[in-house]
């Protein structure tokens, strides 16, 4: 008891220390100065939409709105099993519409076969889920950092609706994210970490790797990692806004929590070995950084249990009780750093008593993580446009 309590405590010291580190260093991220471009760069907008029939044309529409010239950038839909009024309303904009038939669908697939259609002459592409929205000048701020030498970037994904209690602890989630994987990272000399939508790569080294990618889920993970081996920085750009949709109800949060620890398992399964070895012959520390990422706690799952085991503590003795209350305040200061000021308010201090439903939730979702490496399990998005 006392050998496993130790390394328990190892652990989830190691956890907590990584994930405050980052959050630290967060605080002193700097937005880099707004340099002229040497040029306008011609700009692919690949938009995958899987039976998402409620929210395509509204995604569509606002992206067409870009405060970039109409010739440089060009909307390219992947329609996968959209309805067949869905497919004639958005013919009626300029956009390009790319059916695709797949037995089993995967984004991958998708973007890949948008590449192999496209016509040449792009100088970037960037992927946005089928719910996405731009802020206004949202390809002018990817234009100015791909001017400035970055070949990949990922922009700031916020949260589009704040409408429940499991939508505001989604953004709030979304944003410590943010914060440590991305703002901190950057502070710290590293890459940025993806996430899967308002990723913009340049548009030769996006089609190479992403040939190689065939993943059910977590494509953007095994993107990351695949780049970061070969010593291709990530950037992050925080003033880049992208509005995503959060998800609305425990039901939809389990079924793509499911999704993502399936895709956390298994990449880390498969390259936290490989990593450590590059860390060790070749020094590449952002490479075995994402793989370390892998192996640690998701942060609810992490909250929740170092909770449980402080409320525990008394019974297992002071000693315990002493190191588990602290890891659980240092986690909780950790998280609460990385929110930001505009979502510290009265509804998002109510949400936080749906945490205990939430963290059920994850449990539930790493039980059934083998059900995301069978199949597709598709977020549903329904037809919000609540930014501001």
Not at 215 to 242: C, P
Request: net charge positive.
């Amino acid at each position: 008891m006392l050998i496993f309590a130790l390394i328990l405590s190892l652990y989830l010291g190691i956890n907590v220390s990584y994930y405050a580190l980052f959050s630290l260093a967060g605080l002193f991220y700097r937005r880099n100065k707004s340099q002229i471009p040497d040029k306008i760069h011609k700009i692919a907008i690949l938009i995958p939409a899987y039976k998402e029939d409620q929210v395509i044309c509204d995604t569509v529409a606002n992206v067409l709105q870009q405060n970039y010239p109409r010739e440089m950038f060009e909307v390219v839909v992947i329609a996968d099993s959209l309805q067949a009024k869905t497919l004639e309303a958005l013919k009626s904009y300029p956009a390009r519409i790319l059916e695709v038939f797949f037995e089993k669908s995967t984004k991958a697939k998708a973007l890949n076969k948008a590449m192999e259609l496209l016509p040449a002459g792009f100088d970037l592409v960037l992927i946005l889920d089928a719910d996405n929205h731009l802020e206004a000048d949202f390809l002018q701020k990817i234009n100015i950092a791909y001017s400035e030498g970055y070949l990949v970037i990922q922009a700031h994904r916020t949260a589009k609706n704040l409408n429940t209690r499991f939508a505001r602890l989604d953004a709030v989630s979304e944003e410590i994210n943010n914060h440590i994987f991305r703002k901190g990272h950057q502070v710290l000399g590293l890459s940025s970490a993806l996430i899967g939508s308002g990723m913009a790569l340049e548009y030769q080294l996006h089609k190479n790797y992403l040939a190689q990618i065939q993943a059910l889920g977590g494509f953007d993970k095994e993107l990351e990692l695949r780049l970061l081996k070969d010593g291709v920085f990530i950037k992050y750009l925080q003033e880049a806004w992208v509005y995503d949709e959060k998800v609305q109800n425990p039901e939809v949060f389990e079924r793509q929590r499911t999704r993502w620890i399936a895709a956390q398992i298994r990449y880390g399964m498969k390259y936290f070995l490989p990593a450590f070895k590059e860390l060790i012959f070749k020094g590449n520390i952002d490479y075995f950084n994402k793989a370390l990422q892998f192996v640690l706690l998701p942060r609810l799952i992490l909250l929740g249990l170092l909770g449980v085991l402080a409320v525990l503590s008394p019974w297992l003795g002071y000693y315990w009780m002493g190191i588990w209350f602290t890891l659980f305040l240092v986690n909780i200061l950790t998280l609460f750093i990385g929110i930001p000021l505009r979502l510290l308010n009265k509804d998002i201090f109510i949400s936080l008593l749906s945490l205990p439903l939430a963290f059920y939730k994850m449990v539930l979702s790493t039980l059934k993580f083998s059900k995301a490496n069978k199949s597709f399990l598709h977020t549903p998005h329904s037809s919000l446009n609540t930014h501001k």
